[in-house]
């Protein structure tokens, strides 16, 4: 079933400026992972945030996540080109968390 | 090279003609799974397994099968695909599980038409 929820469901934005996108979910969650996909190819992973964890950096990323309203966002600065993509973001919840629900995905698109 | 390799990628079939999607990963990995990928619908998983000979259903597993007898391979099944199977496939495999979830390395992608 489906967890997280991205907004908006497209983006788009000029080179050099910010790109924000945000999940929310709906049960509770051991962690939240971001993963990128290019046009019709496999996701790649970008970054994931425990649940006791309320932000988290990589690179020109960065991840908050905030448990009591049950969303999470995804901020890329300084944008390029490259990073047109669809980003998805991934819950994985219960005793097991063998399960790595998906959502439905932000289309960005970053214009030259 | 850690990747997870899919064959074929791109396959055009007819309704009831019996194929199958291989998955390898070469990370030994326990738990794979398989994930189709629609317009509108996101990923939703079929099937996954945490390990030689366990499997268990995700989401949308109606008329899918799967097996994994070797901890690097996890082929998925269609016998009896029919149209609204179309759709792209991935496969992915993870190290670990729990409260610290590693990372998920997917598959490039098949790409499956059902005429």
């Known amino acids: 079933s489906q967890q997280g929820e991205e907004d908006p469901q497209a983006l788009s934005i000029q080179e050099g400026e910010n790109a924000t996108m945000n999940c929310s979910y709906k049960?509770?969650?051991?962690?939240l992972q971001w993963y990128r996909q290019n046009s019709g190819r496999g996701l790649v992973h970008l970054i994931l945030?425990?649940?006791?964890?309320r932000e988290k950096h990589s690179g020109r990323l960065r991840v908050t996540l905030d448990t009591s309203k049950k969303s999470s966002s995804l901020l890329i600065t300084a944008s390029r080109a490259a990073d047109t993509a669809s980003y998805f973001c991934a819950t994985s919840a219960g005793a097991g968390s063998y399960q790595l629900t998906f959502g439905k995905g932000t289309k960005l698109s970053v214009i030259p | 090279e850690a990747q997870v390799t899919q064959n074929p990628r791109y396959l055009i079939t007819v309704t009831g003609k019996k194929l199958t999607v291989t998955c390898s990963q070469n990370m030994n990995h326990e738990y794979m799974s398989w994930y189709r990928q629609d317009p509108g619908l996101g990923l939703r998983q079929i099937y996954y397994?945490?390990?030689?000979?366990?499997?268990d259903k995700g989401d949308v597993p109606e008329g899918y099968k799967v097996s994994r007898k070797e901890k690097r391979n996890f082929p998925l099944i269609l016998e009896s695909p029919s149209p609204n199977q179309t759709s792209l496939y991935f496969c992915a495999s993870r190290g670990g599980f729990g409260f610290y979830t590693d990372t998920q390395y997917f598959g490039p992608g098949t790409r499956l038409t059902v005429l």
């Open positions: 397994s945490m390990n030689v000979e366990v499997t």
């Open positions: 945030i425990r649940s006791n964890e």
């Open positions: 049960t509770s969650i051991n962690n």
